[in-house]
């Protein structure tokens, strides 16, 4: 699978846009991109799944270029509640794939007032 | 109603002993997973039934045998505990399984063997 490059941390402060930058230089053909959101103590949570251009969702927007080489997460207004630890994933449907799968460090944001 | 829900949250045991982790989902998935998130948050596959089918199986140790009775439930049975099985262990669902599907995590369990 395709392996990911993402910060390490961020800090940003309430009412700000985050955006959180992952790169999948060697992304294939078929590879979906997938963000999740990890609070202390609980499961990831799904946020947004994208192949290309733009997505967006109720809680966040997903923008992939057209070289699909990276790809931003973006969270409109955040608050103290988005501090967590967001997940970037790359890879191709089905069973095979999913066996691979490997959550990596993520990017640990913190929101401060 | 929670989703997917494991029990226990915490457990402390001594090294050698055998402990379970039980996980249930309401979902109506037909997949189940085990994932384990070491301390550096890194967070990796173990197990995935579907449909009580065992699908993947990852280079889990087999001292660690999961169990699906049906295709609700999947519990993960630990043998002869040792230290390096410390972790959180998470258990997940979806709908049919495969990468581009969205996972559903339960709230973990902290597994700490002294």
């Known amino acids: 699978l395709a392996k990911t490059t993402q910060p390490i941390s961020m800090d940003s402060y309430e009412g700000q846009e985050v955006n959180i930058t992952c790169s999948h230089n060697?992304?294939?053909?078929?590879?979906?991109i997938t963000w999740y959101q990890q609070f202390p103590s609980q499961g990831p949570r799904f946020i947004i799944q994208g192949y290309k251009t733009k997505v967006t969702n109720e809680v966040a927007s997903l923008f992939i270029p057209a070289d699909r080489k990276s790809s931003t997460l973006s969270l409109p207004r955040v608050s103290l509640s988005d501090t967590a630890v967001y997940y970037c994933l790359v890879g191709p449907p089905g069973y095979s794939s999913a066996s691979k799968i490997i959550f990596g460090s993520g990017t640990r944001l913190s929101i401060r007032p | 109603d929670t989703a997917v829900s494991q029990t226990p949250k915490y457990l402390v045991t001594q090294m050698g002993n055998d402990k379970s982790i039980k996980c249930e989902q309401n979902?109506?998935?037909?997949?189940m997973y085990w994932y384990k998130q070491d301390s550096k948050k890194f967070l990796k596959i173990m197990f995935s039934y579907n449909n009580k089918e065992l699908i993947i199986n990852e280079t889990v140790p087999n001292r660690f045998s999961p169990k699906s009775p049906d295709k609700a439930h999947l519990n993960l049975h630990i043998n002869s505990l040792e230290l390096g099985d410390s972790a959180v262990y998470f258990c997940a669902s979806s709908q049919v399984g495969g990468f581009n599907e969205k996972l559903f995590f339960g709230s973990g369990t902290q597994l700490s063997v002294l």
């Open positions: 060697n992304i294939a053909t078929n590879d979906y």
């Open positions: 979902l109506g998935h037909d997949t």
